[in-house]
Nanobody, 123 residues
Framework: QVQLVESGGGLVQAGGSLRLSCAAS????????IGWFRQVPGKEREFVGV????????FYATSVKGRFTISRDNAKNTVYLQMNSLKPDDTAVYYC????????????????WGQGTQVTVSS
């Protein structure tokens, strides 16, 4: 079992930055790839990016590439999503999720999910 808790969401003006954290617990949590997704009401959960278990590989959605960066500190069992140059379209609930194999982009491939944190970008 892996438990995930997101934090760091909030209200920010367009062009600003936020850093989200995903704290993982569980004996083997550092062996999981961690993905970030976001969701707005009435829409499907959207892939944002993913980092492999070691932190050496990342992959991003086109919509955030160059603006968002995922990193992890396995000593702290924490994965970060640094979001820069935020736009109103980035407004969503952001979720982290854990997968034990690969670096999937599909939400239904992930085994564990956090509760989400709200990010609101004002224009």
């Amino acid at each position: 079992q892996v438990q995930l808790v997101e934090s760091g969401g909030g209200l920010v003006q367009a062009g600003g930055s936020l850093r989200l954290s995903c704290a993982a617990s569980g004996r083997t949590s550092s062996e999981y790839a961690i993905g970030w997704f976001r969701q707005v009401p009435g829409k499907e959960r959207e892939f944002v990016g993913v980092i492999n278990w070691s932190g050496e590989s990342t992959f991003y959605a086109t919509s955030v590439k160059g603006r968002f960066t995922i990193s992890r500190d396995n000593a702290k069992n924490t994965v970060y999503l640094q979001m820069n140059s935020l736009k109103p379209d980035d407004t969503a609930v952001y979720y982290c999720a854990a997968d034990h194999a690969g670096m999937p982009v599909r939400a239904d491939s992930y085994d564990y999910w956090g509760q989400g944190t709200q990010v609101t970008v004002s224009s």
